[in-house]
């Protein structure tokens, strides 16, 4: 006999927050997308009111971080009061783009010191690129974008998320490293949305679910993530997001997600798990953190640490690494970014 857990005493409230906050996107990804965004999808029943509310409940709940995403969020017409308001909130942002078109106006949102950058890239051949994309010319933009972004020293994280068979997955690797990319995930393509080749399950997700994270949909659907959107557990416009997070269904999600992720994990190919090494190998210290996100890391920290307009110099080696530690340490180790956007997959924007 399973016993349901019961409501907690206090909220499990998750450090990342995801808000997908459109369904419309300019390209299509026709064997990827999990939220099967396109050209003619809406932004859903959610009003830019109820996103600011949600945003505010997030801060005072004790979220971290938000995740703007969709669809492409910079698409939603409320996108900028959005940001602004996380960023008054006193929230870290990542935007998640597929960096298809950016605006001047979002370049400025972009170089705030709490604004980090997300997207997707998928070969250096822009031929098999634009077949996950389905939008020829969607190559060259992107990538002209990532360079953008680079130049900017604006934090970026790069999703490879391997589609096809004989994919350039190590060339579009090699490409992102040639133009100065330093955080970049490798996925494989999970089976939501437009990518569902089985009825999804909790052996589909990462693991941080829940706990670590949970997403909010464009009707106000609250689910662990935007790939666990097949576990709908309550609605911000009915209960607000702290009656979700209170309430015993989030409880169950949570309490469900851990062992069949252990699962998940095994079954992941080690083509998934490679991560950047930078600046010389990955290496996990003795606390766990690995090179990477001790990297991820000193770039926020540089970031935070730089006056307003200032242009962000590189941070690598020793200094940043053991500046970080200290802070880990001091702090308990936690998340600190997201690892990678869900496409029909972890990956895509
Ligand atoms: S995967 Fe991302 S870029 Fe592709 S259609 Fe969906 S939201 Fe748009």
Redesign the pocket.
Known sequence: MTIAPEAPAKPIVPEFLELEITGK?????PS???????PTEGHGTMTADDWKQVISDAARLGVKKVQF????PTMHPSFEALVQRALAEGLDVQV?S?L?RVKLTHWELFAHPRVSLAT?YYSDDPAEHER???RKGSHAATRANIVQAVTRSIPLQVGIVEVFEGQRVAEARADLESIGVRVINTDRVRSV??AEKHVPSIGDLCGRCAKGRAAVMTDGTVTPCVLGRFLPTGNVKVQGLAGVFGGQRWAQTAASIPAATRRARRMIPTTAIRRTPKPATLRTDERGTTSDELGRAGQAAGRRSRPAGVPLARRRGERAAAHVRAVLVGAGRRCLDAPQ?P??SR???
């Open positions: 996107c300019q390209l299509t990804c990827l997308c999990y939220a099967k965004a396109g995403i969709g669809g492409e998640y597929n298809y997707s996950v994309t389905g949305g437009r956007r496409g029909g990956s895509v924007g």
